[in-house]
RNA sequence: GCGCCCGUAGCUCAAUCGGAUAGAGCAACAGCCUUCUAAGCUGUAGGUUAGUGGUUCGAUUCCACUCGGGCGUACCA
C-alpha cells in the first residue's frame, strides 16, 4: 500500500475500534468517479452483515470519530449504500510530486517481498531453430514480469531450461546431415519431419566451408547435432540479448542425467509403488480423484525418458534450491502437461506451494483483418527477428504484453507497424518524447530550472484541475507496481501508462508550461514534467522498452 | 465425451478481495495547428457484459446449466 492508503487505512482502523467494532483488515479502493473522492471504504458494508446493522448507521458511528481539520482529510462522508468516501487535501498530492522527484528512478520500487527470492523460468525454446512468433508472448510477458517482482523486492533468478537432447535434437542433426548431403548429391532425402527452415541450410553451408567434403556419409549424427545446437542457440540468444533479455542460469538438462537424479526419480516413484511397468513402459499412476484421467508414461519402451521424469526432476531441483518463489510460464497448449509434472512433485512428497504456473493462451497474426498463417513444415515461420525488423523491438513487446495472459491475443501486424497516431505505442512514447522537448526549450528559457532545490520548489501556484488529476494520477504509480507484481500481470502497467499519457497530453494542451513572463508558475510545470516523465520511464523500464527523446 | 481458458461497444481489449452511472484504443461523425512536437486535444454516437436461473445490501466478477470459440486429452515437448 502506498503511504497514502496506510495513513488512511490507519485512521479508519482506530475510528472504527473507537466505534467499538473490530475488523481484521480495512480494504481502500479508488474510486472511478472523482465525485467520491480520492479513496473510498467498504469497511461500514463489511461490518454491516457481521453485527446485522444498516450500513449507514455503522458508517455514520465510524465517521464522527474522524477529523477533518488537520489538514489531511478535508472531508470524509457516506455515499451509496455505505461507502465511506474520503477526500484528500491536494498538498498529499503536491508532497507526493517532491518525493518522485526526489526518489527519481527507484520510485515505485517497494520491500514488500525484500529479503525473498524468486526464481523465473521462461523460453526455454529447445535449440532446434531461431525463436519464432509463438515464443514472443512468454518471452516478453517472462521479461516484465521478471522486472516487477524486482521492484517489489525480489532477489530474481532468471532462469532457462536448456534441453539438448531427445527427439527433437535427432531430428535437427538429420536435417542438418541431409542439407549437408544435399551439396554433394540434390536428390538426397530430407527426412519427413525435418526441419525446414533456411537455417539448416545454412548450417550446413558452414559445415562444408570448414570440413568440405569430409563429414561425406559419415555416420557421426552426434557431430550434426552439434552443429545445429551451437548455430541455433547462438540465434537464439543473439534475440534474447537484443532485448536486454540476459538468463542467469542455463540449466543443462542433460546434468540431471549426469548427476543420476533422473535415476534416483525414477526409483523414488517405484519404491513409493506410485509407478508400474507395462508394455516395456514405466506408467505413472495418476490419481483419478484428482481430475486426472489415465496414467502417464514415464520411460518409453526405448528406454528413453519422455519429458515428464527430466522435468518433475529439474522442479524437485528447483525446490530444493529454497527460493520462496518458483514461477514457470507455459503457453496454454502446456495447460495440462504442468499439473502431471506437479503432481509427480507432490507424489514424491514434495510442498509445490511455492510453484506458480503462468498459462498464456495463444497469439493470432494479423495483417488487417487477414489472418497470418504458419506452419513449419512448408518454412512459412514467422521468426521474432524479422518481427523485431517490421515493427521495431518496442512495438513488439509493448503488443505482447499489452493484454492480460488469460485473454487470447490478436496480434495486428499492420497496426504495429503503422508509424502513425493510430499505433497505441506511440501514444505513451510520444508523450515521454514531447516532455524531452518541453525540457529542451526550458533549458534555454530558465536554464536554471535544474538546479531548483526541492524544498524550494513553489507548489501553491499549482491549481488547475489538470494538475491537480495528473499529480493524483502520479501518484498511483506505487500502487500499480504492486497490484501488477501481486497477480503477475504487466498489462496492468501499460493500462496505467496509458491513463498517464492521457492526462499528461490534456493537461499540456491547458496548460502553458513554459511561459517567460512567469517564471515562478513555469518552474513548478516544468517540475510536474519532471514528474511525468520519471513516471513514464520507470514505466517503461519495467515493461523493458524505450523511452524516446524525439519522435519526429 | 472429458479437462483448462475465454465470451464485455462494429473491431481489439480494460474494469483494483463482489462495489457506486461498465471504460480505453481503432473504425464512424463534428470541431481545434501564426503559441513548448497535431504521433496531440475537444465533442458526438455506440452496451440486455453470450443466454437462463441462483447466492446478497450490491454480480462483468461467485455458483449451476445452456449456447459459442481456443487449447489440451501421445511411449512429442
Same mark, same amino acid.
Given at each position: 500500500?502506498?503511504?497514502?492508503?496506510?495513513?488512511?487505512?490507519?485512521?479508519?482502523?482506530?475510528? /472504527?475500534?473507537?466505534?467499538?467494532?473490530?475488523?481484521?483488515?480495512?480494504?481502500?479502493?479508488?474510486?472511478?468517479?472523482? #465525485?467520491?473522492?480520492?479513496? +473510498?471504504?467498504?469497511?461500514?458494508?463489511?461490518?454491516?452483515?457481521?453485527?446485522?446493522?444498516?450500513?449507514?448507521?455503522?458508517?455514520?458511528?465510524?465517521? =464522527?470519530?474522524?477529523?477533518?481539520?488537520?489538514?489531511?482529510?478535508?472531508?470524509?462522508?457516506?455515499?451509496?449504500?455505505?461507502?465511506?468516501?474520503?477526500?484528500?487535501?491536494?498538498?498529499?498530492?503536491?508532497?507526493?510530486?517532491?518525493?518522485?522527484?526526489?526518489?527519481?528512478?527507484?520510485?515505485?520500487?517497494?520491500?514488500?517481498? =525484500?529479503?525473498?527470492?524468486?526464481?523465473?523460468?521462461?523460453?526455454?525454446?529447445?535449440?532446434?531453430?531461431?525463436?519464432?512468433?509463438?515464443?514472443?508472448?512468454?518471452?516478453?510477458?517472462?521479461?516484465?514480469?521478471?522486472?516487477?517482482?524486482?521492484?517489489?523486492?525480489?532477489? *530474481?533468478?532468471?532462469?532457462?531450461?536448456?534441453?539438448?537432447?531427445?527427439?527433437?535434437?535427432?531430428?535437427?542433426?538429420?536435417?542438418?546431415?541431409?542439407?549437408?548431403?544435399?551439396?554433394?548429391?540434390?536428390?538426397?532425402?530430407?527426412?519427413?519431419?525435418? %526441419?525446414?527452415?533456411?537455417?539448416?541450410?545454412?548450417?550446413?553451408?558452414?559445415?562444408?566451408?570448414?570440413?568440405?567434403?569430409?563429414?561425406?556419409?559419415?555416420?557421426?549424427?552426434?557431430? $550434426?547435432?552439434?552443429?545445429?545446437?551451437?548455430?541455433? $542457440?547462438?540465434?537464439? @540468444?543473439?534475440?534474447?540479448?537484443?532485448?536486454?533479455?540476459?538468463?542467469?542460469?542455463?540449466?543443462?538438462?542433460?546434468?540431471?542425467?549426469?548427476?543420476?537424479?533422473?535415476?534416483?526419480?525414477?526409483?523414488?516413484?517405484?519404491?513409493?509403488?506410485?509407478?508400474?511397468? @507395462?508394455?516395456?513402459?514405466?506408467?505413472?499412476?495418476?490419481?483419478?480423484? @484428482?481430475? $486426472?484421467?489415465?496414467?502417464?508414461?514415464?520411460?518409453?519402451?526405448?528406454?528413453?525418458?519422455?519429458?515428464?521424469?527430466?522435468?518433475?526432476?529439474?522442479? !524437485?531441483?528447483?525446490?530444493?534450491?529454497? %527460493?520462496?518463489?518458483?514461477?514457470?510460464? $507455459?503457453?496454454?497448449?502446456?495447460?495440462?502437461?504442468?499439473?502431471?509434472?506437479?503432481?509427480? /512433485?507432490?507424489?514424491?512428497?514434495?510442498?509445490?506451494?511455492?510453484?506458480?504456473?503462468?498459462?498464456?493462451?495463444?497469439?493470432?497474426?494479423?495483417?488487417?483483418?487477414?489472418?497470418?498463417?504458419?506452419?513449419?513444415?512448408?518454412?512459412?515461420?514467422?521468426?521474432?527477428?524479422?518481427?523485431?525488423?517490421?515493427?521495431?523491438?518496442?512495438?513488439?513487446?509493448?503488443?505482447?504484453?499489452?493484454?492480460?495472459?488469460?485473454?487470447?491475443?490478436?496480434?495486428?501486424?499492420?497496426?504495429?507497424?503503422?508509424?502513425?497516431?493510430?499505433?497505441?505505442?506511440?501514444?505513451?512514447?510520444?508523450?515521454?518524447?514531447?516532455?524531452?522537448?518541453?525540457?529542451?526549450?526550458?533549458?534555454?528559457?530558465?536554464? =536554471?530550472?535544474?538546479?531548483?532545490?526541492?524544498?524550494?520548489?513553489?507548489?501553491?501556484?499549482?491549481?488547475?484541475?489538470?494538475?491537480?488529476?495528473?499529480?493524483?494520477?502520479? +501518484?498511483?504509480?506505487?500502487?500499480?507496481? !504492486?497490484?501488477?507484481?501481486?497477480?503477475?500481470?504487466?498489462?496492468?502497467?501499460?493500462?496505467?501508462?496509458?491513463? *498517464?499519457?492521457?492526462?499528461?497530453?490534456?493537461?499540456?494542451?491547458?496548460?502553458?508550461?513554459?511561459?517567460?513572463?512567469?517564471?515562478?508558475?513555469?518552474?513548478?510545470?516544468?517540475?510536474?514534467?519532471?514528474?511525468?516523465?520519471?513516471?513514464? #520511464?520507470?514505466?517503461?523500464?519495467?515493461?523493458?522498452? +524505450?523511452?524516446?527523446?524525439?519522435? %519526429?
Amino acid at each position: 500500500m502506498s503511504k497514502l492508503k496506510e495513513q488512511v487505512a490507519e485512521i479508519i482502523y482506530n475510528a /472504527v475500534k473507537e466505534s467499538g467494532y473490530q475488523i481484521s483488515e480495512i480494504y481502500l479502493d479508488k474510486p472511478k468517479d472523482e #465525485k467520491f473522492g480520492d479513496l +473510498s471504504s467498504n469497511a461500514a458494508m463489511t461490518l454491516a452483515r457481521e453485527f446485522k446493522l444498516p450500513p449507514r448507521k455503522i458508517a455514520e458511528e465510524i465517521i =464522527s470519530k474522524i477529523k477533518t481539520d488537520d489538514g489531511f482529510i478535508t472531508k470524509a462522508e457516506i455515499a451509496g449504500a455505505g461507502f465511506i468516501n474520503f477526500f484528500l487535501s491536494d498538498n498529499c498530492y503536491k508532497d507526493e510530486l517532491k518525493n518522485i522527484l526526489s526518489e527519481g528512478k527507484n520510485y515505485g520500487r517497494s520491500s514488500v517481498h =525484500s529479503g525473498q527470492s524468486a526464481n523465473l523460468e521462461w523460453v526455454s525454446a529447445n535449440p532446434t531453430g531461431p525463436l519464432h512468433t509463438g515464443h514472443g508472448r512468454q518471452l516478453c510477458l517472462g521479461k516484465a514480469i521478471a522486472n516487477l517482482l524486482e521492484w517489489t523486492g525480489y532477489k *530474481v533468478t532468471r532462469e532457462y531450461y536448456y534441453n539438448d537432447a531427445g527427439n527433437q535434437m535427432n531430428n535437427l542433426a538429420l536435417s542438418v546431415r541431409a542439407r549437408y548431403m544435399q551439396i554433394f548429391q540434390k536428390d538426397f532425402p530430407f527426412p519427413e519431419d525435418g %526441419y525446414v527452415g533456411d537455417y539448416v541450410k545454412i548450417i550446413a553451408e558452414n559445415i562444408f566451408a570448414v570440413y568440405s567434403d569430409k563429414m561425406k556419409d559419415s555416420a557421426d549424427l552426434d557431430f $550434426f547435432r552439434k552443429e545445429g545446437e551451437k548455430y541455433t $542457440f547462438d540465434l537464439i @540468444k543473439k534475440t534474447l540479448t537484443g532485448l536486454g533479455i540476459n538468463h542467469d542460469i542455463f540449466f543443462n538438462e542433460s546434468s540431471l542425467y549426469e548427476n543420476s537424479e533422473i535415476e534416483k526419480t525414477l526409483e523414488a516413484f517405484k519404491s513409493k509403488g506410485l509407478s508400474y511397468e @507395462k508394455d516395456g513402459a514405466v506408467w505413472l499412476k495418476m490419481d483419478e480423484e @484428482k481430475g $486426472f484421467q489415465k496414467d502417464k508414461v514415464l520411460v518409453k519402451s526405448s528406454g528413453e525418458p519422455t519429458y515428464r521424469l527430466p522435468d518433475i526432476a529439474y522442479h !524437485i531441483d528447483k525446490i530444493k534450491r529454497g %527460493y520462496d518463489l518458483i514461477i514457470d510460464i $507455459f503457453g496454454s497448449d502446456h495447460g495440462d502437461t504442468y499439473k502431471e509434472v506437479l503432481y509427480g /512433485v507432490n507424489a514424491l512428497g514434495y510442498d509445490s506451494d511455492k510453484i506458480k504456473v503462468i498459462i498464456h493462451q495463444m497469439v493470432t497474426f494479423k495483417m488487417g483483418t487477414e489472418s497470418v498463417k504458419m506452419s513449419k513444415r512448408s518454412d512459412n515461420v514467422y521468426y521474432l527477428e524479422d518481427l523485431i525488423n517490421d515493427i521495431g523491438a518496442d512495438a513488439m513487446q509493448f503488443f505482447y504484453v499489452m493484454r492480460g495472459a488469460n485473454s487470447h491475443l490478436d496480434f495486428d501486424i499492420s497496426l504495429a507497424k503503422d508509424k502513425s497516431e493510430k499505433n497505441p505505442v506511440y501514444y505513451i512514447q510520444y508523450a515521454h518524447a514531447r516532455i524531452c522537448g518541453i525540457l529542451r526549450n526550458a533549458g534555454e528559457v530558465f536554464p =536554471s530550472y535544474a538546479e531548483t532545490d526541492l524544498t524550494e520548489l513553489n507548489t501553491e501556484i499549482i491549481s488547475s484541475p489538470e494538475e491537480m488529476k495528473l499529480l493524483k494520477i502520479l +501518484s498511483d504509480f506505487p500502487d500499480e507496481v !504492486i497490484s501488477s507484481a501481486k497477480t503477475f500481470e504487466p498489462h496492468k502497467i501499460i493500462t496505467y501508462l496509458n491513463s *498517464v499519457a492521457e492526462n499528461f497530453h490534456r493537461f499540456y494542451h491547458n496548460n502553458r508550461v513554459i511561459d517567460a513572463e512567469n517564471k515562478e508558475l513555469s518552474i513548478s510545470r516544468i517540475h510536474i514534467c519532471l514528474a511525468v516523465k520519471q513516471i513514464l #520511464k520507470n514505466g517503461f523500464d519495467i515493461i523493458g522498452i +524505450s523511452a524516446p527523446e524525439r519522435m %519526429y
